[in-house]
């Protein structure tokens, strides 16, 4: 089982910037053969597909709300995802969610490992 742990959310103005992070424990030599994504969800909405990042390759896919103004990245040494949001809208308020499954295509669906979430919000 792959344990995820996101940080870095918070409050921010809109057209500010914010890092989140998902750090992973996992087996030594095997985080970088996870696809990685990330997912939000805000009040009374369904999990939706933010971005993801491929095991291998770096193949990205970003939802098109977020196209532009949002990055994924990972380090592999470190064990950890990364979100970097910039120009930040008041609709990007949610609870982000950091997803994993093992080698796969940069999928929006069907991942197996979630993290808890961290909470962002984005104030008028």
């Known amino acids: 089982q792959v344990q995820l742990a996101e940080s870095g959310g918070g409050l921010v103005q809109a057209g500010g910037s914010l890092r989140l992070s998902c750090a992973a424990s996992?087996?030594?030599?095997?985080?970088?053969?996870?696809?990685m994504a990330w997912f939000r969800q805000s009040p009374g909405k369904e999990r939706e597909f933010v971005t993801a990042?491929?095991?291998?390759?770096?193949?990205?896919y970003y939802a098109d709300s977020v196209k532009g103004r949002f990055t994924i990245s990972r380090d592999n040494a470190k064990y950890t995802v990364y979100l970097q949001m910039n120009s930040l809208k008041f609709e990007d308020t949610a609870v982000y969610y950091c997803?994993?499954?093992?080698?796969?295509?940069?999928?929006?669906?069907?991942?197996?490992?979630w993290g808890q979430g961290t909470q962002v919000t984005v104030s008028l």
């Open positions: 996992v087996g030594t030599n095997t985080f970088s053969r996870y696809t």
């Open positions: 997803a994993a499954r093992w080698r796969v295509e940069v999928t929006t669906t069907s991942y197996d490992y």
């Open positions: 990042i491929r095991w291998s390759g770096g193949i990205t």
